[in-house]
């Protein structure tokens, strides 16, 4: 099939990867002219693993192509996907106007049967404003009867296992009123559901609010698992036993349970807002979802407060490393990461830091600028702990999990631990001497 994607962000460039990867033929486009002048010599805009590969292979084998121009898109294209950024609004909810204007485009361009897919996060009723944005541009061309469809179909990819989440989707959503249309969707994604997974066709609204339900529920999980945790520390208790202990029930489950220092990344902050803002412009309080954005605020803070307790508040003239950056492993992301909190706080109290992330460390410079001059970025874990009167494990890469601990400790200043996303076990700290704070485990 010949595919059309428009934004090359991290949905974009992996949807397009993917399915030029099954034997499609895909232009992405984007109006970004520099991301594209990369991306045809080959440097992506974001770090993802094994996406790089998949996108060289699929160039070289002329299945992927990039481009600015949607004519080029669109020459060859039945299906055309709009996956660019909805970023969220002052007042919380997702500002639609980058797909608005991705439709208003493809009513100017497109020249024969189409079907306009949202791929992109929107609130409910956004298929209808497409709709009506390609329907009015075909209008002033005076073509306004040409056909095409839209179709909501979101994504649940996760970010740093992005291939293989739409490679390996643990289920398709597809929201569309038209059968045709619900069946050629199916055709494409039939190479995806090897393994039986559930291509789910639905309306459109169904599917709109499914994406941001879905999302809302596993940051209930988070919130709900944090605030227990919370509650660990004060009266004594595990929070890994209870984790264990609610996850064996099938209804539970063990996934999404981990208690840390709350939920960042572009999803589902963005996404828990946007809901509450739905909710709120329909008359519909949403008690429990807001509630989830208020612990998981509060949660950011949890390592700072056990800070401040074993520091004080005056920070000056200490020195914390932190490992770990990006708001979480295999990205190099730093939107809404629980660091970026954690570090301005301890500054604001005359701190200074020593910062490590395999991969965020460019993207750290650049969100945290104003904070430049009392940080210090390590080129590797061990130099980030060297004298440093505490070390703060904010995100749990893989390389934290086993480190030498007696050199840490021969580097430290003095042997304190504040673990973020309870990686150690503290019988362990503490036969190797070490101060070690965690979260939810009474350690
Ligand atoms: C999330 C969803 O998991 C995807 O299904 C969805 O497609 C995506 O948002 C999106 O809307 O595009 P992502 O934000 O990439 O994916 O990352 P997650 O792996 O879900 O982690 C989100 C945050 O929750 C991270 O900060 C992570 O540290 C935290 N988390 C996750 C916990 O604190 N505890 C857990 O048990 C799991």
Do not use: H
Not at 11 to 28: I, P, Q
Not at 193 to 222: C, F, G, H, V, W
Not at 296 to 318: C, I, P, S, T
């Amino acid at each position: 099939m010949n595919i059309c994607v428009i934004g090359t962000g991290y949905v974009g460039l992996v949807t397009g990867t993917c399915f030029a990867e099954m034997g499609n033929k895909v232009w992405c486009v984007d109006v970004d002219t520099e991301k594209i002048a990369r991306l045809k010599s080959g440097i992506l805009p974001i770090y993802e693993p094994g996406l790089k590969e998949l996108v060289m292979k699929n160039v070289a084998e002329k299945r992927l192509a990039f481009s600015t121009q949607l004519e080029e898109g669109l020459k060859d294209a039945v299906v055309c996907f709009i996956a660019v950024g909805t970023p969220p609004g002052e007042d919380g909810s997702a500002d639609v106007s980058y797909v608005l204007d991705a439709a208003s485009n493809i009513g100017a361009t497109m020249n024969k049967y189409l079907i306009v897919v949202n791929k992109s996060t929107v609130p409910v009723g956004t298929a209808d404003k497409v709709k009506n944005i390609i329907k009015q541009q075909l209008t002033v061309r005076a073509q306004a009867d040409l056909e095409f469809d839209v179709v909501s179909n979101p994504e649940f990819l996760k970010e740093g296992a992005a291939v293989a989440d739409f490679m390996r989707p643990d289920r398709v959503v597809i929201g569309t009123d038209n059968v045709r249309t619900a069946e050629l969707m199916k055709q494409l994604y039939e190479p995806f559901s090897r393994n039986q997974q559930p291509i789910l066709i639905m309306d459109i609204k169904s599917a709109e609010i499914t994406k941001y339900a879905a999302n809302a529920m596993l940051a209930t999980r988070i919130s709900f698992m944090n605030e227990i945790a919370r509650l660990c520390d004060k009266v004594g208790g595990d929070i890994a036993n209870v984790r264990l202990g609610i996850g064996s029930d099938s209804r539970i489950g063990m996934q999404f349970l981990y208690a840390g220092s709350g939920y960042g990344g572009s999803c589902f902050p963005k996404d828990v807002k946007e809901l509450v803002s739905t909710g709120c412009k329909n008359g519909i309080a949403m008690d429990v979802v807001s509630a989830v954005e208020a612990v998981n605020e509060r949660q950011k803070y949890y390592l700072v407060d056990m800070v401040k307790k074993r520091f004080g508040e005056a920070l000056n003239g200490r020195r914390f490393a932190i490992w770990g950056l990006a708001f979480k492993p295999q990205t190099d992301d730093m939107r809404e990461a629980p660091s970026i909190t954690i570090i301005k706080s301890l500054i604001d109290m005359g701190a200074t830091i020593q910062a490590y992330d395999p991969e965020a460390i460019e993207q750290a410079k650049t969100v945290l600028g104003d904070y430049a001059a009392s940080i210090t970025y390590s080129k590797d874990m061990l130099e980030a702990i060297y004298n440093a009167d505490a070390l703060l494990v904010v995100t749990e890469w893989r390389q934290f999990r086993q480190p030498d601990f007696v050199e840490i400790k021969s580097k430290m200043n003095q042997p304190v631990i504040f673990d973020g996303r309870n990686q150690y076990r503290a019988e362990q700290m503490a036969r190797l001497g070490f101060e070690y704070y965690c979260i939810g485990r009474s350690c």
